[in-house]
């Protein structure tokens, strides 16, 4: 039963909340008028430039020309770019740029249809500095390209400089170096995008290995579908630069030009996603199965490497690449395979973990002249003999062990410590009272009275007072007190009091008395803050956030970009529903009430007013609902709520306890934009104080169950209202 002060607490929320969606539904009413144009159709114009030299002085690049090749042909494959709305320059100079981009201002406003929205793309691979770009030596200031772009008449201009020193231009107008974030774009966006390989003091690199620019090599790649984190089919111009961003710190940081960040500058004005590529409508498609895992090296028959990403465990992936016969090799810790397929014309190809061949050994000779078979994963990175077996690890602290008597290297089966135990590999059992650490791959098991932290793969059991750290990713299982950490992607579970964290794709369950954190969740995480990216699954806690859930969100408070089943007091959905509402019945001639939640489920939360005796009283309720479009234009509705609410003599007052149970069935018409209005049925069941039981709370016929006259009556009701 509900008491008066549960009452009264329901009553403030419902009114706090009745004003927030109040503001809420005010702005967006301005939004829906703004948004009412129709969408326009899209025509995307690019300029596309290369050039390898940079004047006296400058070393000669000698990927500017493949580079602006790679983009030319995504972009006009998966990017909407028409040949005849693209100009191509290799070699270019100071003269011809200026000049391919006056001829745009020409092929613009010949375009120029009402309806028609317009595009332009300028990419640009050579040399620059802080001043400006130097095509063949001769400059072209930042401030000079970004006033020629501004005469092109077209509604979003996105410049993307592979170049040293390019960050110049995004720091210009304020563009700071920052992590991975771009502001969302819609269709109806306006404005600019300016992405730069490099920061303003920092070289642009490009690689023998890859044939090609770091920056742009992975730009690429993502346009092609390794940045579609979403799934959806489509790679925006946030995944995009995300992707491009991490690919290339991630193979610079170590590089003989040291780390290079990609910045940005954005002034764009709009909601929704600026979709830069689209692989839905393209045939010739390499789909990646989820089982398949690490890091992926994509070349075609002329061995040219034309895509490179590393693959999380549990994603599903699609390349828009030329049709093909394609050699895919995949790289993980201390493995190696590779396969061969042909993607067609129509239908494509399917790439899964049966199609790879495991190339494990290799003949080489050792100095002493001994042929050995060395893994060649271990070969590629220029490495050692295949390693010794240990089979018994004991140490007090490392290096005073056994394995130290055979080098320090080995593959231990059982390691033993006291305050440390350290192994090159573990396949086994590893003990230690302190720390056990294991710089490559652990299969089987490590228990530690402080921490567990493993370099490589996980496969297996961690179990520790204090933490795991697992650097390689895991399969298996993380316990410990007081945290558990993956690096990689991670199969199992993930149990401990204090948090969970996972950096990239997990399939299990998140376990913790406090937080747990992961990119990517296919399965649940239940504790008392639960932080994600994307989930599949559940997220059950206090206080739950994430971007796209596809399942429940069980909690408190909710906060999501997107999610089906949001189930809390309070559940903030971006892409969701918010609606305020205002009926009679046959209880209260005048209630009011807010519903908010995914576009499928809510939670309502409503107040109403009945005259009683010589005064009124106040009906306060909270219940959940599920909400189902009818039709193609979603222009009908039906909702079905059920709710708990109770009655006080005044508002705000306590009042003698009483619960009232409604079921509602609401059939809605939409008679404009954000305005429709609805009614319906209900099946009510009261349970009156046994010191009044007011048998006058609804003019409907009654019926009762139980004895006595405080016993729960029923009755069918009815309703009409509007919503905003």
Request: neutral net charge.
């Amino acid at each position: 039963m509900m008491s008066g002060s549960t009452a009264r607490r329901w009553g403030r929320v419902a009114c706090v909340l009745a004003m927030w969606v109040l503001g809420v539904w005010m702005r967006e009413a301005h939004a829906a008028r703004r948004d009412e144009a129709p969408d326009a159709t899209l025509r995307r114009f690019a300029l596309i430039a290369g050039s390898s030299e940079g004047g006296p002085g400058r070393e000669r690049l000698r990927y500017a020309g493949s580079d602006a090749l790679a983009m030319s042909r995504v972009l006009q494959e998966l990017g909407g770019v028409a040949s005849a709305d693209q100009v191509l320059l290799l070699e270019a100079d100071r003269g011809a740029l200026l000049a391919a981009l006056e001829r745009l201002v020409t092929l613009v406003e010949a375009a120029a249809v009402p309806g028609l929205r317009r595009e332009l793309v300028v990419y640009y691979s050579g040399h620059s500095d802080a001043d400006g770009l130097l095509p063949r030596g001769e400059r072209v200031s930042y401030d000079d390209l970004r006033k020629r772009m501004s005469r092109v008449p077209v509604d979003v201009r996105i410049a993307i400089l592979d170049s040293c020193g390019s960050g110049a231009l995004t720091r210009y107008k304020g563009g700071l170096r920052r992590p991975s974030f771009l502001t969302d774009a819609s269709a109806q966006v306006r404005g600019h995008a300016y992405l730069a390989s490099s920061s303003a003091d920092e070289v642009a690199q490009e690689s023998d290995t890859i044939g090609a620019s770091f920056f742009t090599h992975f730009l690429v790649t993502g346009l092609r579908g390794a940045a579609d984190t979403s799934g959806d089919g489509r790679v925006t111009l946030h995944e995009a630069y995300q992707f491009a961003f991490h690919e290339t710190l991630a193979r610079t940081e170590r590089s003989q030009g040291g780390p290079q960040h990609a910045a940005y500058d954005i002034q764009l004005a709009g909601s929704g996603e600026l979709v830069m590529t689209d692989l839905r409508g393209s045939s010739a498609r390499l789909g990646i199965a989820e089982e398949v895992h690490g890091r992926l090296f994509v070349r075609d028959w002329g061995n040219q490497l034309v895509a490179e990403l590393r693959k999380p465990l549990g994603r599903r992936l699609s390349l828009g690449l030329e049709p093909g016969r394609y050699h895919v090799t995949l790289e993980r810790p201390s493995q190696r395979f590779e396969a061969e397929l042909v993607v067609g014309v129509k239908g494509g190809a399917e790439l899964r973990v049966g199609d790879f061949v495991p190339v494990t050994l290799t003949r080489t000779v050792s100095r002493g002249g001994v042929v050995t078979d060395v893994p060649l994963a271990q070969e590629s990175s220029g490495a050692r003999e295949d390693l010794p077996s240990v089979p018994v690890n004991l140490s007090l602290v490392p290096p005073l062990s056994t394995t130290s008597l055979w080098g320090g290297g080995g593959l231990n089966h059982l390691a033993l410590g006291g305050l440390a135990v350290r192994s090159f590999q573990l396949r086994g059992v590893g003990v230690a009272g302190g720390l056990g650490w294991v710089d490559g791959t652990m299969e089987g098991a490590q228990v530690a009275g402080i921490a567990n932290v493993t370099g490589g793969e996980v496969l297996g059991l961690q179990l520790a007072v204090g933490g795991n750290l697992a650097f390689g990713g895991a399969t298996g299982a993380q316990m410990a007190a007081v945290v558990n950490y993956s690096e990689r992607a991670f199969s199992g579970l993930q149990l401990s009091v204090v948090g969970n964290r996972a950096d990239e794709q997990m399939q299990g369950s998140q376990l913790a008395v406090g937080v747990n954190m992961v990119e990517r969740l296919t399965g649940a995480q239940v504790g008392l803050f639960n932080l994600a990216g994307s989930v599949s699954g559940a997220q059950v806690g206090f206080i739950n956030v994430a971007g796209n859930v596809k399942g429940v969100q069980l909690g408190l408070i909710n906060i999501a970009d997107d999610v089906s089943v949001p189930i809390g007091l309070l559940s903030l959905v971006r892409k969701g529903r918010i609606a305020f509402e205002i009926w009679a019945d046959e209880v209260s001639p005048l209630s009011v009430g807010v519903k908010y939640g995914s576009r499928t489920v809510h939670v309502i939360a409503s107040a109403g007013v009945s005259p009683w005796k010589d005064s009124w009283r106040t009906f306060k309720s909270l219940g959940v609902g599920v909400h189902l479009p009818v039709g193609a234009a979603d222009r009908y509705y039906v909702d079905l709520d059920l709710s708990l609410g109770g009655w006080t003599p005044q508002l705000f007052e306590e009042g003698m306890p009483n619960n009232l149970y409604r079921l509602r069935a609401s059939f809605g018409w939409e008679l404009k934009r954000r305005f429709a209005v609805f009614g319906g049925l209900s099946l009510n069941a009261y349970k009156p104080p046994e010191e009044d039981p007011d048998e006058d709370v609804t003019w409907m016929p009654q019926w009762q169950t139980g004895r006595g006259a405080s016993g729960t009556r029923m009755w069918p009701g009815l309703f009409l209202g509007v919503r905003i």
